[in-house]
């Protein structure tokens, strides 16, 4: 029986409810910056911003994570989103609530490595950990879908906005209270997965181009970034729900609500099995699924096959997360990293944020089923690129 630490038990809580506000109005938000002026290009560019916003700032959270703690470094940036949605709420204009949403991505941007950092500290068992956590994200996604089904007509995504800030406060009091720091900030290792221990920024830079694994995952990693920044992290989905089959926003958010709730079932379900597998393994075979699925779903009009196609493409989307912050855990050491993390995320979202913009661009020459054609085209060649990733035996981390 594997135990839980209490910080899984307190993030996946208090992830859920935040996940299930924010998702009440997160999925139509293209169509709320439409409806407020902007056009499809300007929401297209605005969404390559928001990633740039959230990975700009990562190494700095990573710094910031190592420096000061995992605990501390995710509690602090919680305390903005109450700030940040609740002025989203009152001011009904699309070019500042894009920029006040870009500043929620700095907030969640320096929280990355903490969250990655603290989940891999906190149990040996890690396909199982981070899986048991993004599968009760998955589910809060899918919960906070459904009640945008039922609300977001009802009182509109403003209010939706507001409920946000009130349950952010609600779960940053209760971080605050509960997260345990698990080691003293910048305390060594006494493992490592590869290389020698590097203290300095500089020297935790450089170190990632001096391990072959490294540089690799890091190729891949932004191959997979742009490839979710065209699928459930861009306007796209929703777009084309909108506009080619033209669903309603309520319509829209109960096909999210669908797939992230029995992506969470499935892959709560699939722990034992999860852990039989390979991470590499597990995200190899989801690189592909996953874009396919998507694909398909692109052209298969509005039909039940398409929408089984639609929900099964967020199993594989749970099983991408997962196994990625797996790999990544088990090619870094605790003593550097959340700023292996946070420079990951920042050379990854550098490399990836034009991915909307571009995939705009494609929709504009091609048609509405071009981004999904270039997802696929993403997950194959991140695919390949994990094939000669050698993954060390996984350190104990002084656990």
């Not at 001011?91 to 700095?106: E, H, K, L, S, V």
């Not at 669908?258 to 379900?269: E, K, R, S, Y």
């Amino acid at each position: 029986m594997v135990q839980v630490h209490r910080n899984i038990l307190v993030l996946s809580a208090t992830l859920f409810f935040l996940l299930v506000a924010t998702f009440t109005w997160l999925n139509v938000f293209p169509i709320y910056l439409k409806e407020l002026g902007a056009s499809d290009y300007e929401v297209g560019v605005a969404y390559s911003f928001f990633f740039l916003a959230f990975y700009v700032t990562s190494f700095l959270g990573g710094i910031l994570t190592d420096t000061f703690g995992r605990a501390r470094m995710i509690v602090l940036p919680t305390f903005a989103y109450p700030v940040i949605y609740g002025l989203m709420a009152l001011i009904p204009d699309w070019r500042m609530a894009a920029f006040f949403f870009c500043w929620g991505n700095i907030a969640g941007s320096l929280q990355g490595p903490a969250f990655t950092a603290l989940m891999a500290e906190s149990s040996e068992n890690r396909e199982r950990i981070f899986t048991y956590l993004n599968a009760f994200a998955s589910l809060g996604l899918g919960v906070g879908s459904y009640l945008g089904a039922v609300f977001v007509e009802e009182i509109g995504i403003r209010w939706l906005m507001g409920i946000t800030a009130v349950v952010a406060l609600v779960v940053a009091i209760f971080r605050q209270w509960l997260l345990v720091e698990l080691s003293s900030p910048g305390a060594p290792a006494e493992n490592t997965a590869s290389g020698e221990p590097a203290e300095s920024f500089r020297d935790v830079f450089l170190s990632i181009f001096r391990q072959k694994a490294l540089l690799l995952f890091l190729l891949t990693s932004i191959l997979i970034f742009f490839m979710l920044s065209l699928t459930v992290n861009g306007p796209f989905i929703s777009l084309h729900f909108k506009d080619e089959l033209t669903k309603s926003e309520g319509e829209i958010n109960r096909f999210f609500a669908g797939g992230w709730l029995i992506a969470g079932v499935v892959n709560l379900l699939a722990l034992p099995w999860i852990q039989r597998w390979k991470a590499r393994s597990l995200l190899q075979l989801s690189l592909v699924i996953y874009p396919a699925l998507l694909g398909f779903w692109a052209f298969a009009g509005d039909s039940l096959v398409a929408t089984a196609l639609f929900i099964a493409s967020f199993i594989f989307n749970l099983f991408i997360w997962s196994m990625h912050g797996v790999l990544l855990s088990d090619l870094t050491m605790r003593s550097h990293r959340g700023r292996v993390v946070g420079i990951f995320l920042t050379l990854t979202g550098l490399l990836s944020f034009l991915g909307p913009a571009i995939g705009t661009v494609f929709k504009m020459w091609l048609g509405s089923q071009a981004p999904f054609l270039l997802t696929f085209l993403f997950g194959v060649l991140a695919f390949l690129t994990l094939l000669p990733l050698k993954v060390p035996e996984r350190p104990s981390d002084g656990q």
